[in-house]
């Protein structure tokens, strides 16, 4: 039957260090290695823990020139059909800095330092500059071009189309800055996500939406139960299970900090440059709620209807709406109606770019600049840290199924298998992985691999009833 086995099944086939003068091992010296991956982070990221009495800082010397090669096998997995994914061989990695260094006894003869790691495409980032224009392009293909000539191979992107076409022009931007200016104006192709992300993984370089990875099915389920027939914490890999040794709440909700940046409601005024005409658009989260996938099914909060002061005050009226049958709702109490929370002003228009006349180009900011603010928004708040031990087939940007116990539960009373916390409990989007790799025995050189994962949800799996009114005296 496939199964894994101990976590210490772990082989380190290659931990080498390349400097001006030689290629040097540093698998005798390793202490710790973390390698981190983030969905909201462009580039991987990672560092390496020594512990040192041959010098190696000042041998060669290590001066932010050298580059690092990893490669580690999991051998402590069997019966899988995607037997690549068993190495974990990150690209290429750069050495930024000397961090943490001191001796580690009472006199100067070995010492503890750690290496901090930054991926390839990073580096190649900060050498650069992107200033160029481009004329009716899919943002995607923007992207594209832009990764290709200045990041690394094209090959590796995986990219979604997007159904926004742009005119515009890079302004001397890193790369990088040039990606990420560029995808906040990304709007699907099929489907209503202005939530695109870039990212690097251990796997490749990805562009995509969240509304499109919210479309895939959890492929491990990771359980808090406590078990104790379980000594290396590892539980049925074949069957997708594993257990949660550690479990951190990071954040569940901030009410304020949400209606401040237009999670629930918020209005934009755009200001025709030329033609001097000002225009207002009420967006209204709730009803954006319904158009896109989501790690759950029912908003995190309900459009109670808000009692207090300011919810009797009509709204602010900027300007007339784009349509004039459709003017913004200034007196509905509902929480997604309170859109002077957030109010956000934009220029715009009609021939930006033009090189004649007769161009037209418009930025449609009315259609992305508030909806991906309250998208993105939506991923600060059920957010979980989990610990538990390596999966070598998990990524950012997979899903997991994530069962809590409820407290009321116990293990005397047999129920804490089949009683979860119904709002905790559910689908999350794994936003950010440390691989965390340690040394065990150093006489035998054996490593184990644990992990340390975030996990964030955007909805429930159970309906908010509205808020009932206080009836005051």
């Known amino acids: 039957m496939p199964k894994q086995h101990n976590v210490s099944d772990i082989r380190v086939d290659d931990l080498s260090i390349r400097t001006a003068n030689a290629a040097f091992d540093l698998k005798p010296f390793l202490i710790e290695m973390n390698i981190e991956e983030n969905i909201f982070k462009t580039s991987l990221t990672g560092s390496i823990v020594l512990s040192d009495s041959y010098n190696i800082p000042e041998k060669f010397p290590i001066v932010g020139e050298e580059t690092v090669n990893i490669n580690i096998s999991l051998s402590g997995i069997d019966g899988r059909d995607d ?16 961090t943490g260094r001191y001796f580690s006894g009472k006199t100067p003869k070995a010492q503890i330092f750690t290496l901090e790691l930054v991926s390839e495409q990073y580096m ?6 992107v200033s160029k224009s481009y004329n009716n392009t899919y943002i995607s293909n923007i992207v594209a071009d832009i990764y290709s000539k200045y990041l690394g191979n094209p090959n590796k992107l995986l990219i979604e189309p997007t ?13 990088l800055e040039a990606i990420k200016w560029i995808t906040q104006r990304a709007v699907q192709d099929s489907g209503a996500g202005v939530n695109y992300l870039f990212f690097e993984t251990l796997s490749g370089v990805f562009f995509t ?10 492929q491990f389920t990771y359980k808090y139960i406590p ?6 914490g590892v539980e049925a890999l074949s069957s997708g299970d594993f257990r949660i040794k550690n479990l951190y709440f990071m954040s569940q909700f901030d009410k304020a900090s949400n209606s401040i940046n237009g999670l629930y409601a918020s209005k934009l005024i755009t200001h025709d440059i030329v033609r001097k005409k000002i225009t207002q658009h009420d967006f209204n989260g709730y009803n954006d709620f319904v158009s896109l996938n989501h790690f759950g099914t029912f908003p995190v909060i309900a459009s109670s209807e808000m009692e207090i002061k300011s919810a009797d005050l009509p709204r602010v009226t900027y300007a007339p709406p784009e349509d004039d049958n459709n003017f913004p709702v200034t007196t509905e109490k509902d929480l997604s109606y309170m859109t002077d929370s957030c109010v956000e002003f934009y220029p715009k228009h009609k021939q930006l770019y033009a090189r004649n006349t007769g161009d037209e180009y418009d930025n449609k900011v009315e259609t992305w600049k508030l909806q991906r603010t309250s998208q993105i928004k939506s991923f600060d708040n059920i957010t979980l840290i989990i610990e538990s031990s390596g999966n070598p087939f998990l990524r950012v940007g997979h899903t997991v199924n994530i069962e809590l116990p409820s407290p009321e539960s116990t293990d005397s009373d047999k129920s804490s ?5 119904k709002h905790l409990s559910g689908i999350y989007l794994v936003t950010s992985i440390k691989h965390v790799f340690q040394q065990i025995e150093a006489k035998d050189q054996k490593i184990g691999y644990t992990m340390k994962v975030e996990v964030v949800k955007d909805a429930l799996e159970d309906v908010i009833q509205n808020r009932t009114a206080i009836k005051e005296d």
């Open 417 to 421: 298998d089949d009683v979860y916390d």
């Open 209 to 218: 939406s969240i509304n499109r990875l919210a479309e895939k099915e959890p």
């Open 227 to 232: 078990r104790t027939g379980d000594s290396h």
């Open 83 to 98: 037997d690549l994914h068993l190495n974990i061989n990150p690209p290429r990695m750069h050495v930024n800095a000397i």
């Open 124 to 129: 190649s980032n900060i050498h650069s500059k």
């Open 163 to 175: 159904d926004s076409i742009e005119s515009c022009i890079v302004p001397n931007l890193h790369p």
